[in-house]
């Protein structure tokens, strides 16, 4: 199992920066996909940016030059530096992982953290 927990999240100004923080724990063989999703009220979970084992990384277009996500192999954390934020940007954002829990297993599964709050407010 996986636990994730989060961190990073809070209030800022238009123009502000944050930096999310999510660290994965527990019993597992490896971590592949990391990813970045976010929720605003009243709308759908969408997936913000992504990042493989290998270092690919992929994003959506309205984060692209203000947002970037990066990973620690060794600490098991995915980062998410946001700058240049904007009121749209205000929204629950939540860490997902993909995991592989054994070395003789090839199967993976998806966890998630509890989520953080990020809202961009004057």
């Known amino acids: 199992q996986v636990q994730l927990v989060e961190s990073g999240g809070g209030l800022v100004q238009p123009g502000g920066s944050l930096r999310l923080s999510c660290a994965a724990s527990?019993?597992?063989?490896?971590?592949?996909?990391m990813r970045w999703y976010r929720q605003a009220p009243g709308k759908g979970r969408e997936l913000v940016a992504s990042?493989?084992?290998?270092?690919?990384?992929s994003c959506i277009e309205s984060v692209k030059g203000r947002f970037t996500i990066s990973r620690d192999n060794v600490k098991n954390t995915v980062y998410l530096q946001m700058n240049s934020l904007k009121p749209e940007d205000t929204a629950v954002y939540y860490c997902n992982v993909k995991s592989r829990l054994y070395r003789m297993r090839p199967d993976e599964y998806d966890y998630w953290g509890q989520g953080t709050q990020v809202t961009v407010s004057s």
């Open positions: 527990g019993s597992f063989f490896s971590i592949s996909v």
């Open positions: 990042i493989t084992s290998g270092g690919t990384i």
